[in-house]
C-alpha cells in the first residue's frame, strides 16, 4: 500500500502558493509511517524529468509540501511505498520513469506471481528491458506504455488524454482477464501517469480526492505581515491535485470525492474529464 498524490499548475512559481491550502493532505503520517519503507519524487524541470527517490524506511513523516514547496514545476507526483511486493530498494521506489513518462501506483496487482508471465508477453522487448525492479507496479507501468506504442504514441508529446485513457483501461482490462474478474473487481488501484503535460488518474477502491483550484485569494504565503497585512491575490493560478490512500481533507482545502471505478484526466490547459474505469 502507499500514499499517492498528482499535481499539475500553470504557474511553475506558485507550487507553494498552490499546494499551500492542502498542505496537511501532502503529509504521510499516523499510524500506518511505521511500515513505509520508501518515498520518491518525479517532476518536470527546464525540459528534463528529474526523480527524488530515497529507498530506505523513513524515520519521520514524509512531508511532501516541505519537500516541493520551492520546486519550479508544472506537474509533481509523489508516492510514499508500503510494500507488498519486492524489497525496499531504489529500482522498487516509485515513480517510475521510461522516457517523457512518470507512474506510480497505491495498490496491488492481484495474484501478481501468477499473472507476471502474462503481463510480461503483452510487453515489447525494448520496454521489459527497462523493467528494473521486481514490483507489480513497475510491471503494471509498463503495460500501460505497450498499449501507447501499439497506438504510435509512446513518444507523441501532443498524445490526447482519450489515448492515454484507452492505455489504463487496456492494462487494467488485461490484469482482469490474466487474474480473473472477481479478484480485479477487489483490487485497489489508484495511479497516476504522466508525460508532463497531461494526466491520467484513477480511483478503484481506497479513497481518491480531486481539488480544482481556478485563482488563489489572499495567499496565506505572499500575504504581507503585520502590521500592514495587506493580502495578496493569484487571480490567474490555476491548479488540480489527486491525493489518494489519505484520510479525508478537511472541509475547507476544497476537496471532493471520486467516485469509485472513475478515470480522471488532465489535459494540458488544466481542463478535467472523469469517466468511468
Known amino acids: 500500500m502507499s500514499r499517492l498524490f498528482a499535481y499539475m499548475g500553470n504557474d511553475q512559481d506558485r507550487v507553494k502558493c ?9 503529509i504521510a503520517d499516523g499510524a500506518a509511517a511505521s511500515s513505509f519503507d520508501a518515498w520518491g519524487l518525479g517532476f518536470y524541470q527546464g525540459g528534463e524529468v528529474l526523480l527524488q527517490r530515497r529507498p530506505k524506511p523513513p524515520t519521520e513523516p514524509v512531508d511532501f509540501y516541505g519537500l516541493v514547496k520551492d520546486l519550479r514545476t508544472d506537474v509533481i507526483i509523489g508516492h510514499v511505498r508500503q510494500g507488498t511486493v519486492g524489497t525496499a ?11 517523457s513518462w512518470l507512474f506510480a501506483h497505491h495498490g496491488t496487482v492481484p495474484s501478481f506471481d501468477g499473472v507476471r508471465d502474462e503481463l510480461l508477453r503483452a510487453i515489447p522487448d525494448f520496454l521489459r528491458r527497462n523493467i528494473r525492479g521486481q514490483t507489480d507496479s513497475e510491471h503494471l507501468f509498463h503495460v500501460m506504455l505497450a498499449f501507447l506504442h501499439d497506438a504510435g504514441k509512446l513518444d507523441d508529446m501532443n498524445v490526447s488524454t482519450a489515448q492515454v485513457r484507452d492505455a489504463v483501461r487496456g492494462a487494467l482490462s488485461l490484469v482482469e482477464k490474466a487474474a480473473g474478474k472477481a479478484a480485479a473487481d477487489g483490487m485497489e488501484c489508484a495511479l497516476a ?11 478503484h477502491g481506497a479513497p481518491v480526492y480531486l481539488q480544482e ?24 493560478l490555476r491548479s488540480v491535485l489527486v491525493v489518494a490512500d489519505v484520510p479525508a481533507p478537511p472541509a475547507d482545502a476544497r476537496f471532493v470525492e471520486i467516485a469509485d471505478k472513475t ?11 472523469k469517466s468511468a474505469l
Open 89 to 99: 530498494k531504489n529500482e522498487n521506489t516509485h515513480p517510475f520513469r521510461f522516457r
Open 263 to 273: 478515470l480522471i484526466s488532465i489535459s494540458h490547459d488544466l481542463k478535467v474529464e
Open 213 to 236: 483550484r481556478t485563482s488563489l485569494h489572499d495567499c496565506a504565503v505572499c500575504r504581507e505581515p503585520a502590521p500592514r497585512d495587506k493580502r495578496v491575490d493569484h487571480e490567474h
Open 18 to 26: 498552490a499546494l499551500y491550502p492542502a498542505r496537511m493532505s501532502l
Open 193 to 203: 501517469l504522466t508525460n508532463g503535460r497531461i494526466l491520467v488518474a484513477t480511483r
